[in-house]
Nanobody, 125 residues
């Protein structure tokens, strides 16, 4: 079992930057050697993929809408994954969810085993 807890959301203006954090709790192998990523859900829309990173940080994946602006990273010593968001726009508004899975390949393919409860990001124009 892996428990994910997001933090760092808030209200910002367009052009600002914000960094989200997701702390993974559980047994060492389950909380460290796992693929992790971020999803978001805008008001009235379905949840969409944002970014993912493998446990060893060798592989990352980004949605086209955030590529070049967002950076996903992780600190395994702290069991935390981060999402650095730059040049934010109102289109980035939504609830951001942290997710994790035991296989990076399956994670990218759509298999995510654990989810956080989300942290809200609001970008004003």
């Amino acid at each position: 079992q892996v428990v994910l807890e997001e933090s760092g959301g808030g209200l910002v203006r367009a052009g600002d930057s914000l960094t989200l954090s997701c702390l993974a709790s559980g047994r060492t192998l389950e909380s460290v050697n796992i693929a992790m990523g971020w999803f978001r859900q805008a008001p009235g829309k379905e949840r969409e993929f944002v970014a993912a990173i493998s446990w060893n940080r060798l592989f990352t994946e980004y949605a086209d809408s955030v590529k070049g602006r967002f950076t996903i990273s992780r600190d395994n010593s702290r069991k935390t994954v981060y999402l650095q968001m730059n040049s934010l726009t109102p289109e980035d508004t939504g609830v951001y969810y942290c997710a994790a899975g035991s296989s990076y390949h399956r994670f990218i393919s759509g298999e995510r085993e654990w989810w956080g409860q989300g942290t809200r990001v609001t970008v004003s124009s």
